[in-house]
């Protein structure tokens, strides 16, 4: 709005007494005061072919600065390719990949300075010590303030004097997570960061996001787990066979949510409340229900509350079938 | 070059360094053992007992009567090839096929350096660690000679045996690290790493057996390691030097160039 009303002034005001150099300038900076946050991370027209819906096509993507950007899709649908190419290891077919406005595989030495990454499948130096791992990454970043380390070794629980050949699946995650995070980057590109971590440790790891959020970082997680990208992200890209499906923001995602519960009730009586309420009974038998929920829940509890129930139990939904149904409701378009 | 990653590369591998040195030690000082000034033809004549084609295959040739005749023929025929050609081969695999195939690299990727200074550390480290195994190996042959023969050692030609050996290692190390850099899987790093020097091993040792097939040994990178021409005091052999210097450079800046180009599937 502020650019349009610019603009006018602008056309007016040349004739008179500005040039129209002068006038750019202040135009630009204006204009880039008021334009939202820059770019972090930036995908233009990706394209990596390993055959028929094996890669990434023609994807966009974008981050902004202190964004937490989730990036959703079954296994094989294209995360870790794209994912490598942030990092540079891998060279697009098509379309350019950049990071901070640098290329990623050409300026990807300048890049990784500010950069933490965890990697889908994490292989360490097997035959160190936790410690001594995190010692050599130390290193090779020229990193002396060792505080960040010792404090994430704290909050993860995490022994650092076991040979990693030894180290539980979970341990190493860990361990991977530290490596990523000591060096207090203001980038983060985590690949499917939770795996192999119990769900207790999960919930720290969130929390962990959260934190890193708050101090303004920018932040790019991959997942198959919808519940994990709906805590912890503001945006989320859902990408199948390699092409992007739907991007939205959180909320709309959680709006069309759909919920599968499970419902048994103890006495046959109550089963007619059910039958006669305005519920989405999925399945019955018996005493036994399967109630699909979208959205808010107001009223399945509600009408719960006037039977006698033996047990409640939700469905884990497929992350699949939480965007299908997203892309069912027109969700397919950008915000 | 970075200093961190050396250290790194050091610390990882100098448990296999000092069992060849050992290995290649304890070869030496036998074979050194073996040797006796006052009677040369003694130990001909107890070589004559051994079946002549075994020793031809494992190029076992008195050269000459004396010290370094007798060293160039036993150590440098045989284990001088042998033992830094297995090194050579775990060495390489070690530093760029294994972290390549197990994602490893990753690791040291996503530090601020770049993929040529990464690579230009794993060829030193490889350089370093030949050099070094070859020079002690040097020196403690001399030390040994000393200690049993004391004088008796022809030290410009021994000296040359062992430059050779250097520059030999230097181009077989560039062969075992240009497969190692090339190849994403470890199955095929690792093959044709072991494959093509042992090929040439075998070539080499196939040649020396008869004379009938003896022009296969132009098909052997051995070839240019002559330690019988360098004890005769052949002039040709800084050909040879030279052109192990030559594959050896050629294929560091060939693996150096394809690794800068390279998809990393890790
Ligand atoms: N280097 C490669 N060669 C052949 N196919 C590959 C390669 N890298 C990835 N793919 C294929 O591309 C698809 C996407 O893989 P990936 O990006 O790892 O998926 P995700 O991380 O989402 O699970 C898969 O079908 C995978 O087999
Ligand atoms: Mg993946």
Redesign the interface.
Known sequence: MFSISFLTLKTLCIPYFLDTKTINYYYKAIDKAFTKEPLMIEIKNLTKSYGTNKGVFNLDLTVQKGEVFGFLGPNGAGKTTTI?HL?????PDNGTVKIAGKDCFKE???I??D?G?I?G?????N?MKGAEFLH??A???ALSNLDKMHSLIEFLELDIHVKIRKMSKGMKQKLGIV?ALMHDPKILILDEPTSGLDPLMQNKFVELIKREKKQGKTILMSSHNFEEIERTCDRALIIKNGKKMALSNIKDLKNVERKIFYVALQNTKDKDIILKSDLKIIKQNHTDFEIEVSGNLDYFIDVLSTCKIKSLDIKKQQLEQVFMDYYKEGGGKDD | M?K??L??NIK?NYKIFLIFLAVMTMYSSIIIGMYDPDDAAAIEAMMDLMPEALMNAMNFTIISGDLIGFIGGYYYGFIIVLFPMIFTIILSFKLMGKIID???I??????????KSMIITQISTLILNIFTLLFATTIIGMLLTEIMFAGLLDIQVYILLNVGAFLLFFAIGSITFFCSTVFNEAKNAIGLSIAVPVGFFIIDMLASVSEDIAFLRFFSIFTLYDNIAIVTGEAWIWLQFLALLAIGIFLFIGSTIVFL?K????
């Open positions: 490598r990092l540079g290891f891998i060279t990807a030495h300048t990784q300075k950069l990454y990697a499948e994490i292989a360490f130096f035959h050599f990454i290193k090779m970043r490596a | 970075i961190a990653l250290t790194h990882s197990d994602g490893s990753a690791f040291i990727l996503s530090t601020p350096h770049t993929r180009k998809d990393l599937t890790i």
